[in-house]
């Protein structure tokens, strides 16, 4: 199993452009998260989803969307980035209706906005 | 509401020494607790939980952490620290009584554990 994969594990973009992060998952997880990690601010969770279909909002949500079409795949769209978008992005996923069940994360994006 | 505090930046220890990263909680109703921690360049990966039962619980690694509910703590410890075991460390706690019962966890800020050889 490969786990939770993200795509890309790089990007440098310039104000005002977009760009789409992609999170892929082959543990069958119902649950998945994208969190932005800043320095000396820990994880903020920026939307997550509860199932195929479902997104919502969490923390910081401003300036990003979210798609679950698939199960499997978790995708984060940045329309028009800023410099303050300028962090590493995690995705991660969970089993469904468990509180006690741990998340499982990928390696993270590190994205940097010119 | 639920939150958790993770209130040192930094923690430093000699190789071989014991550690500690301290963890407290508020939660509304019963806490199921998370240790996770974070090489450098990597993405977090799980230690170990709580959910009910013995107050120590073990981990990966030889880490342990030890459930205090009176002082709604969740301590990290090792007896015996090793260079590698620098990292970031998080605690992360869900409470059973969150709202929309969707079960979202909430995570520390992140404590820097630094072991000198």
């Known amino acids: ?114 | 509401a639920q939150s958790v505090a993770q209130p040192e930046d930094q923690v430093n220890v000699a190789e071989g020494n014991p550690l500690t990263v301290k963890c407290t909680y508020s939660v509304s109703g019963n806490p199921y607790l998370f240790w996770y921690v974070q090489y450098p360049n990597r993405g977090l990966q799980f230690l170990l939980k709580y959910i009910t039962g013995d107050n120590l619980v073990k981990g990966s690694y030889g880490f342990e952490a030890e459930f205090n509910k009176s002082q709604t703590s969740f301590h990290l410890k090792k007896p015996s620290a090793l260079v590698s075991d620098s990292a970031l460390y998080f605690c992360a706690v869900r409470d059973i009584y969150a709202s929309g019962g969707s079960y979202i966890p909430t995570f520390g800020r992140g404590t820097s554990l630094i072991v000198h050889p």
């Open chain 1, 1 to 114: 199993n490969a786990g939770v994969t993200q795509t890309p594990k790089f990007r440098v973009l310039k104000t005002g452009q977009s760009m789409t992060l992609l999170c892929a998952q082959d543990m069958n997880h119902e649950y998945m998260y994208w969190y932005r990690q800043d320095p000396g601010m820990g994880l903020r969770l920026i939307h997550y989803s509860v199932g195929e279909g479902t997104t919502a909002k969490g923390e910081v949500p401003d300036g990003y969307n979210v798609s679950r079409l698939k199960k499997q795949n978790f995708l984060l769209g940045l329309e028009s980035a800023a410099p303050s978008q300028t962090s590493v992005y995690f995705c991660a996923s969970s089993y469904s209706d468990s509180f006690y069940n741990e998340q499982f994360f990928g390696p993270g994006t590190r994205l940097t906005v010119l």
